[in-house]
């Protein structure tokens, strides 16, 4: 039995590990942070697996390391950082402005009971019955706000779409809002290596009985993780998240149940994308961004790292704005806010805010660069006869390059590729990368959310090729990934890939290249985020040769979002 202890200090009552018993009888814990005054108050929540009592420090020290270089005062500047937690609120920054802050432990991690099954259905019920209960609280106004990073977005979304009464507003930073399409399967290939290293160093670190685990609550000495339960128990207390990824390469059920019917999803929603996450949650922000059904919601899109800009004091006091107004009914603006922020970046790797009002934006004109077997180019016009052009699958690719611009030229927006290819087996991977090259031809790479990235990725298994096409744009294809459409060896077939969401400034002189190629494009190996998993990509059949058609009937060509200068 895990006791509540309630401690009071500097105006804010803590209650460690509050007990709730789920409608199925499993027992999660939370830690509750609200102001000793008096009254009513508004409650931003997180619910996650990376441990509500590990401190950001202790389990993340290189981050942290980075973290505090950029922003020196992060557990000093009107805090004592004590409860620093990894992307989750500072509860001392936000109770003395008057919220509750409750972190939730998900169900099998930390000081929680239960079956450990990231993302899963019962996992979203959970967070959906602590809304209710926070909701229903004597020092809560009934407005629950919910807010954190990556899984604590992707939670969000999810339990957004099941419309708990006293949810009133999201803010889901950085996080995926389709499982499968935007972390599970780019394309219709699995990504591996990121889940294969998050499942025991970010997860069963912190499973609840484990009793390996090295973290301790810095204020108490306390292993993070509850009593020490046998390995057998653990390991028949958890699902197999990494397997279960592998074993549903279709869009099937399982993928299915844990994917949120976004246009059910009504409260107000502050979107934040990193323009440098490619291959985990930018395309998520982004679609979620225009599929909710919410009235009043916001893009914003920023760069850096995947976890500075959550902590640094503009975007806290962003963060504050909006619930102010959407937890408190305070008249301060906020929706006179221009609906799309973007940071457009530049390659010396700077950006400028920039307010819009639409995404994509109205004045896109969506521009075609025709590729070139023979020439390798990427033109402004489709050649006249046909040609192709070949690699081996697992080699360099092949590089298509824009002549360098005349002026400076803007790309912002979603981007996509019509590429007619065929292959030397059943199936082919296609890897498509747009990169940035100057007139002496280096190239400019960009920090990414989790390690350094090209300027956009877009990725397609040739057998998932089916789109629907009522669901499908120009510029984003959807692909319906129920089916798998083997390839007959030899046979060019045209395929729609989609680009992730992209923006860059290219000065005058420097060009645009399109890389296509067999494996992954990485710009410091080994890499993070990798789609080199033997089951998945078996060498007989991803290993063949890839040959690109191009001109006459099989016009291959990118359509990228060029944006002309504001009157």
């Known amino acids: 039995m895990i006791p509540t202890r309630i401690t009071t200090e500097n105006g804010m009552i803590f209650e460690r590990d509050v007990a709730l018993t789920m409608s199925d009888g499993t027992v999660l814990r939370a830690n509750v942070f609200r102001p000793e005054a008096p009254g009513r108050h508004p409650v931003v929540m997180a619910m996650g697996a990376y441990g509500k009592d590990v401190h950001f420090e202790d389990a993340y020290q290189p981050q942290w390391q980075v973290l505090k270089k950029i922003y020196p005062g992060l557990d000093t500047d009107g805090t004592t950082g004590r409860h620093l937690r990894w992307e989750v609120v500072d509860p001392e920054r936000w109770v003395p402005d008057g919220f509750v802050v409750i972190q939730v432990d998900s169900r099998g991690t930390g000081r929680s009971e239960g079956y450990l099954d990231p993302f899963g259905p019962i996992e979203t019920r959970d967070l959906y019955e602590w809304i209710e209960w926070a909701g229903e609280q004597p020092w809560s106004n009934g407005k629950i706000g919910l807010i954190g990073v990556s899984y604590l977005a992707i939670k969000q979304w999810q339990v957004a779409a099941l419309r708990p009464p006293h949810l009133a507003a999201i803010v889901p930073w950085e996080g995926s809002s389709d499982l499968y399409r935007d972390g599970s399967y780019h394309g219709g290939i699995l990504s591996n290596s990121f889940t294969e290293a998050w499942w025991p160093r970010q997860v069963l670190a912190n499973q609840y009985g484990s009793g390996a685990s090295t ?20 390991q028949g207390s958890r699902a197999d998240h990494p397997r279960d990824r592998l074993e549903h390469p279709l869009d099937d059920a399982w993928n299915q149940a844990r994917e949120a019917d976004l246009s059910a999803i009504q409260v107000p929603i502050l979107s934040a994308a990193n323009w440098g996450g490619p291959g985990m949650h930018l395309r998520g922000n982004f679609e979620g961004f225009l599929r909710a059904g919410s009235r009043d919601k916001w893009l914003f899109a920023h760069i850096g790292t995947h976890y500075e800009s959550f902590y640094l004091p503009r975007y806290v006091a962003l963060q504050k704005r909006f619930f102010d107004r959407y937890l408190r009914g305070a008249d301060n603006g906020w929706e006179r806010e221009p609906r799309v922020q973007l940071a457009i970046r530049r390659p010396d790797g700077t950006a400028e805010l920039r307010q819009e009002h639409e995404w994509p934006l109205a004045r896109t004109q969506w521009t075609r660069f025709h590729l070139d077997a023979d020439t390798l180019m990427l033109a402004p016009r489709a050649p006249q006869a046909g040609g192709q052009a070949a690699f081996a699958a697992m080699g360099e690719g092949l590089h298509f390059s824009t002549a360098p611009f005349d002026e400076d030229v803007e790309f912002t927006g979603p981007a996509s590729l019509r590429l007619w290819a065929s292959s030397s087996t059943a199936d082919m991977d296609i890897f498509a990368v747009l990169r940035v090259f100057d007139p002496d031809g280096k ?39 129920d089916e798998i459409q083997e390839l007959e060896p030899g046979q060019a077939y045209p395929l729609d890939i989609e680009i992730w969401p992209t923006c860059m400034v290219f000065p005058r002189g420097w060009r645009l290249v399109l890389t296509l190629q067999g494996h992954d494009f990485i710009v410091d190996a080994p890499g993070r985020l990798r789609h080199d998993h033997p089951r998945d990509r078996p060498a007989p059949t991803f290993a063949g040769q890839t040959t690109v058609h191009t001109g006459g009937n099989r016009d291959s060509h990118l359509l990228m979002p060029l944006i002309p200068a504001r009157n």
């Open 215 to 234: 973290h301790r609550d810095r204020l108490t000495g306390e292993r993070t993780t509850g009593p020490d339960l046998p390995e057998a128990i653990l």
């Open 443 to 481: 190239e400019a790479s960009f920090i990414g959310a989790h390690e350094r990235v090209p300027m956009a990725l877009g990725w397609l298994r040739a057998s998932r090729r089916k789109t629907d096409p009522a669901r499908s744009l120009p510029y984003r294809p959807w692909h319906t990934h």
